[in-house]
């Protein structure tokens, strides 16, 4: 079996799990909407400000305090995302090792991790805005060839960072540990695993391909303001269930590493496969098992 449809195969039995707790799909859009709501607040602030009452108008115009309320607002809706999807790792790590999670369960679960999520949410951040900002000038400075290079950039640092979640959740880890074991755990690993996720995001695009088409389709026609909005929810719906079936496949990859055995429910899936175990020279990188804690 080729890698993506190892990967297809991967998202299939994520769905099946995730299909028992159907209530944690409401993780995501918890954390979006957690994030739209600091969004509204910041602006709603930021309005409030610059209003002059002599001439009843607002000046918008950003200024320095305006700035620095903007980039808190940005820091705490990347908390409030991140901390979402640190309980819907919980809630499918709670699944696939035994339990019976709930919304409540998995946020829970979180919550006793803020203090790791909190600090890996800022580094994801400003570490995806330095990539942002290097693949821009790379672009600009050497085309095709610059695009490609910031890509493989961006694809190197989710690699490494793939399993920080379920170790900050499983481990309590704090976010430069978790990013430490992260890098451990796929040391041997990194080119099966970036293939994996790249299946996996193939899958989420399907996902969303259906509300994309009507976006487009019935957009343009004399239905445009029903097709947008439908259009728009199914992609959200998808992106939603992409978000939660790659929570589950990190986990249960996790799982496989820390124990060398998969979880159950993935038990008819070859995850040594996935994983791209490797005894190279008898190197003990990248042997399953060998970093449970």
């Known amino acids: 079996m080729g890698y993506f449809a190892r990967s297809w195969e991967l998202g299939k039995t994520s769905w099946r799990v995730l299909r028992k707790d159907k209530e944690l799909l409401w993780l995501p859009v918890l954390g979006g909407v957690a994030a739209l709501i600091i969004a509204g607040i910041v602006f709603l602030i ?8 002599a001439d009843g108008l607002y000046d918008m115009e950003v200024g320095g305090g305006s700035v620095l309320l903007i980039i808190l607002g940005v820091i705490v809706a990347a908390i409030a995302v991140y901390f979402f999807q640190g309980a819907l790792v919980h809630g499918a790590r709670e699944r ?3 339990g019976d999670p709930t919304v409540a369960s998995a946020i829970r679960g979180a919550w006793g991790r803020i203090g790791a999520i909190a600090p890996w949410a800022i580094v994801a951040l400003v570490v995806g805005f330095i990539i942002n900002t290097i693949q821009a000038a790379a672009r600009d400075r050497a085309g095709i060839f610059g695009a490609i290079m910031g890509s493989l950039l961006d ?3 989710r690699a490494l960072t793939f399993l920080v979640m379920p170790i900050i959740i ?3 880890a704090g976010a430069f540990a978790a990013i430490g074991r992260s890098k451990n755990l796929l040391r041997r690993t990194w080119g099966e695993n970036l293939v994996a996720q790249a299946g996996l995001s193939i899958v989420g695009f399907i996902l969303m391909l259906p509300g994309l088409l009507i976006a487009i389709f019935l957009g343009s026609g004399p239905l445009g303001v029903f097709g947008v909005i439908v259009g728009g929810l199914l992609m959200i719906f998808g992106a939603v269930v992409a ?10 990859l996790y799982e496989y590493a820390t124990t060398g055995e998969s979880p ?8 040594g496969q996935s994983f791209g175990h490797r005894s190279d020279r008898g190197s003990r990188w990248g042997q399953p098992g060998q970093y449970r804690t």
Do not use: C, K
């Open 243 to 252: 978000s939660a079936l790659s929570a589950v496949y990190q986990t249960a």
């Open 155 to 157: 694809l190197a640092w």
């Open 264 to 271: 159950a429910e993935f038990a008819e899936v070859n995850l």
């Open 96 to 98: 696939l090792t035994g």
């Open 46 to 53: 930021i309005a409030l400000v610059s209003y002059d009452p």
């Open 170 to 172: 499983a481990e309590g």
